[in-house]
């Protein structure tokens, strides 16, 4: 049996991991002085969940070091992981290396046997949810993450050639921001129509924090076909609901993953380089046979015999009641207390009024299919269309410059750049990208100074003593 090693050992073990690595690299940003002398960031990062920290060491790796992460969570609660989340465990292989950037010592598996040992490592299928956390608290330490909790970003604005965040916390100047908040990042969780003149407490989307004890005693219905909504589900089963009834809009739930079942390192780290219209075909049909739930999650939902599935059941209206609720859908109507809707995220702009000042310049898929392709898919047309360093592309060129320093390290960005911000197993693929993106920025940004830094650098590596010439007429 092997002995767990403690974090202490794993850590002195990090520390001389990155030393072979040459990690970090020198510092070799000029730095800034904003608006009465404030402090500018090289980067500010809204969202210190796991987008938002893999980003963050990818570009210290990269000699950059003045960032800053920006959540409105409080410390430990970042991501969804503890709050909306409501699986047993992961849904992600645990052998997936994760945000740790090719560093041995940074992984969840090295983590996990530091504290219970390989044997544990063996006989665990897959990581529980809050150990998970766990891990990126740990990691956000060791990586050496500067977050500030408990902190909105109101607003993002060009200043000059800087950006400035009207923050709860202050003003906040910033070379180059990164929207580095997950699933919602330009946009708000998708509750139907059908469903938002019900008060809360009788209607939650899967992304509502409640406490699901309430749920204790009630008729329950979960809208929605996907892990989410067996997550819901099993959560409401497990919490002693009196009745689970499941509705799917579709014939059946979804078996195939697509995305999974033709998943490679050429699709992670090419599929950048596709051609916009194999890019589009292959998220549209995507969007045709979306990603099944686990086997294990609809089976932790199956077992208990007050749980009942109904299929092509889209809901067609909501009416209160002074009992409750009652659901219509083709195949009949059903009351309950409670609806938990797990219909995803939508792209709405108008949801982010800390993007207002850009919303009208954002060029999207829409734009660049066109008229009858965006008809097709509306949703997927709203999706931004990215650079390939992530950041924003104007409607018209030269009305927002500023788009240029903005960059979407967050799940909309999967339609410009594949699934490397959508989970954790390609997260070090995706901000690999998009610290070099900065980098070659950066660069370019102040090619002058570099070029100064260049001319101007003038310490001899020798006296010039070492070797003196000779004298060729003493010698003849």
Not at 75 to 81: S, T, V
Not at 266 to 278: I, K, S, W, Y
Not at 335 to 340: E, K, R, S
Not at 425 to 449: C, K, N, Q
Request: glycine share 8%.
């Amino acid at each position: 049996m092997t002995q767990p090693s403690g974090l202490a050992a794993l850590e002195a073990e990090l520390l001389r991991q990155r030393t072979l690595l040459n990690l970090p690299p020198k510092a070799w940003m000029p730095s800034r002085e904003g608006p009465a002398g404030a402090e500018v960031l090289d980067v500010a990062i809204v969202g210190a969940g796991l987008c938002g920290l893999a980003a963050n060491l990818a570009l210290r790796m990269e000699g950059i070091f003045r960032i800053r992460l920006f959540d409105r969570a409080s410390k430990g609660r970042e991501g969804p992981w503890v709050t909306y989340a409501r699986m047993e465990t992961l849904r992600t292989l645990k052998q997936a290396a994760g945000p740790a950037m090719g560093i041995p010592a940074l992984t969840f598996r090295a983590w996990f046997e530091a504290q219970w040992g390989a044997d544990a490592w063996e006989r665990m299928e897959l990581a529980p949810r809050t150990m998970w956390m766990d891990y990126m608290n740990w990691f956000a330490r060791v990586s050496e993450a500067d977050v500030v909790n408990k902190c909105a970003v109101e607003r993002i604005t060009p200043e000059g050639d800087l950006l400035r965040l009207t923050t709860s916390e202050g003003p906040v100047y910033a070379r180059r921001v990164v929207i580095a908040t997950g699933l919602d990042a330009m946009g708000a969780p998708r509750l139907p129509e059908v469903a938002r003149h019900i008060p809360k407490g009788k209607v939650y989307h899967s992304a509502d924090v409640f406490d699901t004890a309430t749920l204790r005693g009630k008729r329950v219905i979960v809208v929605g076909a996907g892990a989410s909504a067996m997550d819901n589900a099993a959560t409401a089963l497990e919490e002693g609901c009196a009745r689970l009834d499941l509705l799917v809009r579709r014939p059946a739930i979804p078996v195939i993953d697509k995305f999974t079942g033709t998943g490679s390192r050429g699709m992670t780290a090419g599929f950048v380089g596709l051609p916009d219209e194999v890019k589009w075909e292959i998220m549209n049909e995507g969007d045709r046979f979306p990603v099944p739930p686990p086997k294990h999650s609809v089976e932790r939902v199956a077992r208990h015999a007050n749980a009942f599935l109904h299929v092509g059941a889209p809901v067609t209206a909501i009416e209160e009641r002074a009992d409750g609720i009652r659901v219509m859908t083709p195949k009949g109507a059903l009351d309950a207390d409670v609806a938990i809707f797990a219909t995803g995220f939508g792209i709405d702009l108008s949801q982010r009024p800390e993007l207002a000042e850009f919303a009208p310049h954002i060029r999207s898929w829409g734009d660049v299919m066109g008229a009858n392709k965006a008809a097709e898919n509306p949703g997927l047309a709203a999706h931004p269309y990215l650079a390939p360093d992530f950041t924003f592309l104007e409607k018209q060129e030269g009305a927002c410059p500023a788009l240029s320093r903005l960059a979407c390290f967050a799940y909309p960005s999967v339609p410009s750049h594949g699934k490397v911000t959508s989970g954790i197993p390609s997260s070090s693929e995706g901000a690999r990208r998009l610290a070099s993106g900065l980098v070659r920025s950066f660069m370019a940004e102040d090619a002058a100074i570099h070029l100064a830094r260049f001319r101007n650098y003038d310490i001899p590596d020798m006296t010039g003593e070492e070797w003196l010439p000779t004298n060729l007429a003493a010698t003849a």
